[in-house]
């Protein structure tokens, strides 16, 4: 009897430590499925970041887009201003040219007065109306003179115009916006009445071009630079600043835009972000790009020189593109 209770106590402890070891297994098993579903949570939340990142992504891009048709819109806007202006300077002209030849003709007529005056007649007859008419004669002679004067001051102004005008077009069509259009001179009367003197129209003050401008300025923060430049990647150059002593290479612009756009389609590919520095180095020189819009980049050019000042001229190069993206 008792061999029978002992043997049953043995098989009831073998059948607890049984379903003890299965308790622990399901545990076991439990935390696993826990750290497995805190896996999938950690991974959903990652791809939920993700998304949300490529969504405002997506929304930058858009926002860019409209400004950028924006720009546009007022670029064709100023071009328009700048034609007008244009055609009211030809018309000026056109005037001033009437006026000149309504000049000469009055200078004309009274010569003939005069030489009609200057027929032999009594001495008392003739004296003071000739007088008069070569007073009159001289100074509408001083005020030809001026009006001349003004009228080529007025045209190298027309031409200067029509040349800062031309020149608007092309960066308009090349991508970077115009400079302000020059303001009108004062347009001059028509009718004279009586010699005057004659009023010179005011000087025309030219806006210095803000691409080239900042690009000097990054020239001469870098001392060791040779030349900092903005060109598109259609390889056309829209503004450079050089050293005296530096000279390009036949088809630079083309040959760092066709590495800058290669550059661009590797970052993409990779998805790895936007591309902010390209470079490479000769035995004597060494070159920077830095992407300043979709379709412009910022180029610099420096001696060969030791890692301090590559990481010098990185900063420099990067601050410019960056104030360059502003003007777009």
Same mark, same amino acid.
């Given at each position: *009897?008792?061999?029978?209770?002992?043997?049953?106590?043995?098989?009831?402890?073998?059948?607890?430590?049984?379903?003890?070891?299965?308790? @622990?297994?399901?545990?076991?098993?439990?935390?696993? &499925? &826990?750290?497995?579903?805190?896996? *999938?949570?950690?991974?959903?939340? =990652?791809?939920?970041?993700?998304?949300?990142?490529? &969504?405002?992504?997506?929304?930058?891009?858009?926002?860019?887009?409209?400004?950028?048709? @924006?720009?546009?819109?007022?670029?064709?806007?100023?071009?328009?201003?700048?034609?007008?202006?244009?055609?009211? =300077?030809?018309?000026?002209?056109?005037?001033?040219?009437?006026?000149?030849?309504?000049?000469?003709?009055?200078?004309?007529?009274?010569?003939?007065?005069?030489?009609?005056?200057?027929?032999?007649?009594?001495?008392?007859?003739?004296?003071?109306? #000739?007088?008069?008419?070569?007073?009159?004669?001289?100074?509408?002679?001083?005020?030809?003179?001026? $009006?001349?004067?003004?009228?080529?001051?007025?045209?190298?102004?027309?031409?200067?115009?029509?040349?800062?005008?031309?020149?608007?077009?092309?960066?308009?069509?090349?991508?970077?916006?115009?400079?302000?259009?020059?303001?009108?001179?004062?347009?001059?009367?028509?009718?004279?009445?009586?010699?005057?003197?004659?009023?010179?129209?005011?000087?025309?003050?030219?806006?210095?071009?803000?691409? =080239?401008?900042?690009? =000097?300025?990054?020239?001469?923060?870098?001392?060791?630079?040779?030349?900092?430049?903005?060109?598109?990647?259609?390889?056309?150059?829209?503004?450079?600043?050089?050293?005296?002593?530096?000279?390009?290479?036949?088809?630079?612009?083309?040959?760092?835009?066709?590495?800058?756009?290669?550059?661009?389609?590797?970052?993409?590919?990779?998805?790895?972000?936007?591309?902010?520095?390209?470079?490479? $180095?000769?035995?004597?020189?060494?070159?920077?790009?830095?992407?300043?819009?979709?379709?412009?980049?910022?180029? *610099? #050019?420096?001696?060969?020189?030791?890692?301090?000042?590559?990481?010098?001229?990185?900063?420099?190069?990067? $601050?410019?593109?960056?104030?360059?993206?502003?003007?777009?």
């Amino acid at each position: *009897m008792l061999e029978d209770f002992l043997s049953r106590m043995g098989e009831l402890r073998l059948e607890m430590e049984r379903l003890a070891g299965q308790a @622990q297994e399901l545990e076991r098993v439990v935390q696993e &499925q &826990q750290l497995r579903l805190e896996e *999938m949570d950690l991974l959903v939340r =990652q791809r939920d970041e993700q998304l949300a990142e490529r &969504q405002a992504r997506v929304e930058e891009l858009e926002e860019r887009l409209r400004r950028r048709e @924006q720009e546009l819109a007022e670029a064709r806007t100023r071009l328009a201003e700048a034609e007008a202006t244009c055609r009211r =300077q030809e018309e000026e002209l056109a005037e001033l040219r009437v006026l000149l030849s309504q000049r000469e003709a009055s200078e004309a007529a009274l010569r003939d007065e005069l030489a009609r005056q200057e027929r032999p007649a009594a001495p008392e007859t003739v004296t003071l109306p #000739v007088q008069a008419l070569l007073e009159r004669l001289s100074a509408l002679e001083e005020l030809a003179r001026r $009006q001349e004067a003004e009228l080529a001051g007025l045209r190298s102004t027309f031409q200067e115009g029509l040349s800062h005008l031309s020149r608007r077009l092309e960066r308009l069509e090349a991508g970077p916006p115009p400079a302000p259009a020059p303001a009108a001179p004062a347009p001059l009367p028509v009718e004279v009445p009586a010699p005057a003197v004659a009023v010179a129209p005011p000087p025309v003050e030219w806006v210095a071009d803000p691409i =080239q401008a900042l690009l =000097q300025e990054a020239l001469e923060s870098l001392p060791e630079a040779l030349c900092v430049g903005l060109s598109g990647l259609d390889g056309l150059n829209v503004a450079l600043a050089a050293r005296q002593e530096w000279t390009a290479g036949e088809a630079l612009e083309v040959e760092l835009a066709e590495l800058t756009a290669e550059a661009g389609r590797v970052a993409s590919a990779l998805d790895t972000g936007s591309l902010l520095t390209l470079a490479f $180095q000769t035995r004597t020189e060494q070159c920077l790009i830095s992407p300043v819009s979709e379709d412009h980049f910022a180029f *610099m #050019v420096t001696p060969a020189a030791s890692a301090d000042d590559f990481r010098r001229a990185q900063a420099v190069l990067l $601050q410019a593109a960056s104030r360059l993206n502003e003007l777009f």
